[in-house]
């Protein structure tokens, strides 16, 4: 479905990325993990066009991309959920989740998406007329991801969906997660700082280190990884793994 080949980006001298090559079958949830500054951001933002890598190419269900606009990546079935909870705070939930849904006109489409967005997240059909800014910040999380679905994505880029929320939300939007890639056959690269949790709901995932890949395999292999094990899954899991 997507293939990323050798990867450079350089931010003002920095090498943010050094010959970064990760690839996504159709059907997948793969996951990012590794330390803050690692360069798993900086792939995201490539992949959507957010910057353009300095050398390599990407690849999009046969399509090279790595030389089109951002709002047509996002054409092409492209959609990302950034690190943040970036919600409109005076707008209501379903004045949020319509933004998503602005490049399609088609209105039994659109309500279609909205449904669709309850069922994976029953809380935002409860709170479908208030306003984002008063919500919690696991809600407002579910927002944004169920924002980034109303695009009818192929594939979505999850940048820290579970970045400061409580537990109880992490559970739930996890779970969320291998619906949305079950159920809605919605290809997943997911970047998460609970690598626990990344590992055990993805099927393949890549482990980077200052800018490269530096191991590579099934989740649930790293899983069992000792160097994984003691440098991701020990007592600082969730603190900073960005």
């Not at 890598?53 to 047509?72: C, K, S, T």
């Not at 279609?112 to 935002?124: A, I, N, Q």
């Not at 999850?158 to 109880?168: K, N, R, Y």
Request: proline fraction near 3%.
């Amino acid at each position: 479905m997507l293939e990323a080949k050798n990867m450079n980006i350089t931010y003002d001298c920095v090498r943010a990325l050094r010959g970064v090559s990760i690839s996504l079958n159709r059907g997948e949830i793969v996951t990012l993990i590794g330390a803050n500054g690692a360069g798993k951001t900086s792939v995201l933002r490539a992949i959507t066009g957010l910057r353009r890598p300095d050398a390599g190419e990407i690849v999009f269900e046969g399509e090279r991309i790595d030389h089109l606009a951002v709002e047509e990546i996002v054409k092409r079935g492209i959609t990302m959920v950034p690190e943040g909870r970036h919600v409109f705070p005076l707008m209501t939930v379903k004045d949020n989740l319509l933004m998503g849904a602005f490049l399609n006109r088609r209105r039994a489409e659109v309500e279609e998406s909205l449904e669709r967005v309850f069922t994976r997240f029953p809380r935002l059909k409860e709170r479908i007329g208030q306003t984002a800014g008063t919500m919690s910040g696991g809600e407002q999380q579910m927002l944004v991801i169920g924002r980034g679905l109303m695009a009818r994505p192929k594939l979505l880029l999850l940048d820290e969906p579970s970045l400061g929320v409580a537990p109880i939300f992490v559970q739930e939007i996890a779970r969320a997660i291998v619906q949305i890639n079950r159920e809605d056959e919605v290809g997943i690269i997911l970047v998460e700082q609970n690598s626990r949790m990344a590992l055990k709901i993805s099927h393949r995932a890549y482990v980077m280190v200052t800018g490269r890949v530096a191991l590579e395999g099934s989740s649930a292999e790293l899983r069992d990884d000792e160097r994984v094990q003691r440098a991701y899954l020990g007592g600082d899991v969730g603190e900073g793994h960005k």
